[in-house]
């Protein structure tokens, strides 16, 4: 895997239109992330925004969650962006309920709607140049 900082993108088919907006919107800030996406959502967001780095994985239902939770745990995502629908059953309820779980276990940085993401995606993680050091004592 590559050492650029990477970020996941994953929406849910009616927050799908939000998430290339969500792109769009912070487009220049993207550009300066590796992107994996679930197929669909990479492909919508790669419509919106074509400059983009983004690397499609499979869809969601057909195991797209499960390869992210995967990279999650070999320590390669750094920041997770997942517009859930709440109000729509889901066949593969059992894969995004793991992939959120392994965020939670490897403390990874997640946003579940656009009102947090909006506060993360300006998120610098400490070990990149220009991140926000904690002072102590
Ligand atoms: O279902 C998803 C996440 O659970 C998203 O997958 P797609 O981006 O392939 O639609």
Redesign the pocket.
């Known amino acids: 895997m590559t050492a650029r900082k990477c970020m996941a993108l994953?929406?849910?088919?009616l927050k799908?239109q939000d998430m290339a907006e969500f792109a769009k919107a912070h487009e220049s800030v993207l550009a300066d992330w590796w992107i994996v996406?679930?197929?669909?959502?990479?492909?919508?967001v790669q419509e919106a925004c074509p400059g983009l780095d983004v690397t499609r994985l499979?869809?969601?239902?057909?195991g797209?969650?499960q390869q992210i939770g995967a990279l999650i745990a070999t320590g390669d995502v750094d920041l997770l962006i997942?517009f859930?629908d709440p109000l729509t059953a889901?066949p593969?309820d059992v894969?995004?309920k793991a992939?959120t779980r392994l965020a939670t276990v490897y403390d990874i940085p997640m946003a579940l709607n656009r009102a947090t993401a909006e506060r993360l995606v300006d998120f610098r993680p400490l070990s990149a140049p220009g991140a926000v050091t904690v002072c102590q004592g």
Do not use: M, N
């Open positions: 994953i929406a849910h088919d799908k996406a679930t197929g669909t959502t990479g492909g919508r499979k869809s969601g239902p057909l797209g969650d997942f859930i889901l593969h894969d995004v992939l």
